[in-house]
């Protein structure tokens, strides 16, 4: 299976990882799915890490890289169709982070990995980490 994984589940794995249920730790770990993380969740990172609002180990640009090649996740950079795919998403999610990903995860037939419940409002494969 190919994943795009959410930032919250991103920073779970990395800093609070026992928030992360051992099912969806065995989706990330297993070597029958791809994993992904999105330019979108570095941005997201790196302006809540800028404003003080998020703490890390190191800065964004040591800690988002270094943690992607020790769990062996590609990166997904940000394309003008999938920011322009976000104008015929229903507005049912006001974050423009999120609605970026859930663009991306259509656009690139990923299922998304999410602990957000606003995600099963869309259409778009999903994971849900919270039952899962």
């Given at each position: 299976?190919?994943?795009l ?13 026992n ?14 799915n ?6 979108v ?42 920011t322009l ?17 859930i ?6 037939n ?23």
């Amino acid at each position: 299976m190919r994943i795009l994984i959410d930032t919250q589940i991103f920073l779970w794995l990395f800093g609070q990882s026992n928030r992360i249920s051992s099912n969806v730790r065995n989706l990330l770990t297993s070597p029958n799915n791809t994993i992904y993380f999105s330019a979108v969740s570095s941005w997201e990172i790196a302006i809540k890490y800028g404003n003080g609002k998020l703490k890390l180990p190191d800065s964004p640009e040591i800690f988002i890289p270094n943690r992607l090649k020790r769990a062996n996740f590609f990166w997904l950079e940000i394309t003008h169709e999938h920011t322009l795919a976000v104008a015929h998403l229903p507005l049912i999610h006001k974050d423009p982070f999120d609605r970026l990903l859930i663009a991306q995860a259509n656009i690139e037939n990923l299922t998304l990995l999410s602990t957000d419940g606003v995600f099963s409002s869309y259409s778009v494969k999903l994971i849900d980490a919270n039952k899962h």
